[in-house]
């Protein structure tokens, strides 16, 4: 890594973990600054790593070069849901990406909206008519979490209300895997935080098989009839969508839209996103390229290339920071960096 600025220090006493994550945003911009490029190398989850910052490079990375810099097969992500379509790479992803791509077309996206009308009208009719504040992240949070749980498993808490705060429980200890220690420990009386999560992934895994057996209905009978890679390739996905990143990355999202439309000075806004959906489309795609509910992703770089600075060496791991200070403004010509691994 002797080409790229910064430095990637020592194992352990030279990470940067948590300084980068107490705030991203600044942990870069200072980098930034110090070195006078947006591509430097620091160390992060203790591994040397190329903190790529640029809207350019990250197109390059994610877009136009995205064979080139891989998924780690060591990283978190593999662990706690396997082989999925954020996982995979190559021609694999591709195929994937095809297959996967006609449960979000016709008929079976079709059948989902009545669902999501009626999970929307619960969730939020009461929301204008209290005169008290409430906390907007938890409520979006639980709208996601009954969106996915009745469009990819078919469990209405309504009907099924024990199964469906079985498997919220379960999601939660499954993603708390995700920002713990990835060090599996049990002993009397105690696990670590890890291997509690692993545990509630075999849970959620046996959940999903039952589903996959027994339902012919909705979405987990249209993914049966996929052709997929192999037999646990269904199942393994079903575990990605019911997981609680996606409750998450919507309560995020919602909750920023929210801040960022309040007030009597954004009523105009408001109004033309109402009457408009496509400028409602490019305020929701603005707000998740300057508010992105997960901060980056890992790659590895299975090549050299030069990536709008000097090049990135095979083995380097590229760390994507999504938010970026070009054109901060409401509006389609502004830049917006598509993520489609995370």
Same mark, same amino acid.
């Given at each position: 890594?002797?080409?790229?600025?910064?430095?990637?220090?020592?194992?352990?006493?030279?990470?940067?973990?948590?300084?980068?994550?107490?705030?991203?945003?600044?942990?870069?911009? @200072?980098?930034?600054?110090?070195?006078?490029?947006?591509?430097? @190398?620091?160390?992060?989850?203790?591994?040397?790593?190329?903190?790529?910052? &640029?809207?350019?490079?990250?197109?390059?990375?994610?877009?136009? #070069?995205?064979?080139?810099?891989? #998924?780690?097969?060591?990283?978190?992500?593999?662990?706690?849901?396997?082989?999925?379509?954020?996982?995979?790479?190559?021609?694999?992803?591709?195929?994937?990406?095809?297959?996967?791509?006609?449960?979000?077309?016709?008929?079976?996206?079709?059948?989902?909206?009545?669902?999501?009308?009626?999970? *929307?009208?619960?969730?939020?009719?009461?929301?204008?008519?209290?005169?008290?504040?409430?906390?907007?992240?938890?409520?979006?949070?639980?709208?996601?979490?009954?969106?996915?749980?009745?469009?990819?498993?078919?469990?209405?808490?309504?009907?099924?209300?024990?199964?469906? @705060?079985?498997?919220?429980?379960?999601?939660?200890?499954?993603?708390?895997?995700?920002? *713990?220690?990835?060090?599996?420990?049990?002993?009397?009386?105690?696990?670590?935080?890890?291997?509690?999560?692993?545990?509630?992934?075999?849970?959620?895994?046996?959940?999903? #098989?039952?589903?996959?057996?027994?339902?012919?209905?909705?979405?987990?009978?249209?993914?049966?009839?996929?052709?997929?890679?192999?037999?646990?390739?269904? *199942? @393994?996905?079903?575990?990605?969508?019911?997981?609680?990143?996606?409750?998450?990355?919507?309560?995020?999202?919602?909750?920023?839209?929210?801040?960022?439309?309040?007030?009597?000075?954004?009523?105009?806004?408001?109004?033309?996103?109402?009457?408009?959906?496509?400028?409602?489309?490019y305020v929701l795609l603005e707000i998740q390229r300057l508010w992105p509910p997960f901060i980056g992703g890992r790659r590895i770089a299975?090549?050299?290339?030069?990536?709008?600075?000097?090049?990135?060496?095979?083995?380097?791991?590229?760390?994507?920071?999504?938010? &970026?200070?070009?054109?901060?403004?409401?509006?389609?010509?502004?830049?917006?960096?598509?993520?489609?691994?995370?």
């Amino acid at each position: 890594m002797s080409k790229l600025v910064g430095t990637a220090g020592v194992s352990v006493l030279g990470d940067k973990s948590l300084e980068f994550y107490r705030d991203p945003v600044a942990f870069c911009q @200072q980098r930034i600054e110090k070195h006078g490029t947006r591509i430097f @190398q620091s160390r992060l989850l203790n591994k040397p790593t190329s903190f790529v910052c &640029s809207v350019e490079g990250m197109k390059e990375l994610l877009c136009e #070069k995205s064979s080139v810099f891989l #998924k780690d097969p060591t990283d978190v992500m593999h662990n706690m849901y396997g082989d999925n379509i954020v996982t995979a790479n190559g021609e694999e992803a591709c195929l994937l990406r095809l297959s996967l791509t006609n449960l979000f077309t016709g008929k079976c996206l079709a059948s989902g909206s009545d669902l999501i009308n009626s999970v *929307s009208e619960r969730c939020l009719k009461d929301l204008s008519a209290t005169g008290e504040p409430v906390s907007v992240y938890p409520l979006f949070k639980r709208l996601g979490t009954e969106l996915v749980l009745g469009l990819f498993l078919n469990v209405n808490p309504d009907e099924t209300p024990e199964l469906f @705060q079985d498997i919220t429980a379960l999601c939660t200890l499954h993603w708390h895997g995700i920002i *713990s220690t990835p060090v599996s420990v049990k002993v009397p009386l105690w696990s670590s935080g890890f291997c509690t999560a692993l545990e509630a992934k075999d849970k959620l895994m046996d959940i999903i #098989k039952d589903k996959l057996e027994c339902q012919r209905q909705g979405f987990v009978g249209y993914l049966c009839d996929l052709p997929l890679p192999d037999a646990s390739c269904a *199942s @393994q996905h079903l575990l990605l969508f019911i997981s609680a990143l996606i409750p998450k990355a919507l309560a995020s999202l919602l909750t920023s839209f929210t801040l960022v439309l309040s007030g009597a000075g954004k009523k105009e806004i408001r109004n033309h996103a109402r009457a408009d959906p496509d400028y409602l489309y490019y305020v929701l795609l603005e707000i998740q390229r300057l508010w992105p509910p997960f901060i980056g992703g890992r790659r590895i770089a299975n090549q050299k290339r030069r990536t709008g600075a000097p090049p990135l060496q095979p083995r380097q791991r590229p760390q994507e920071l999504h938010r &970026s200070p070009a054109e901060q403004r409401l509006s389609q010509g502004s830049v917006w960096v598509p993520a489609p691994a995370l």
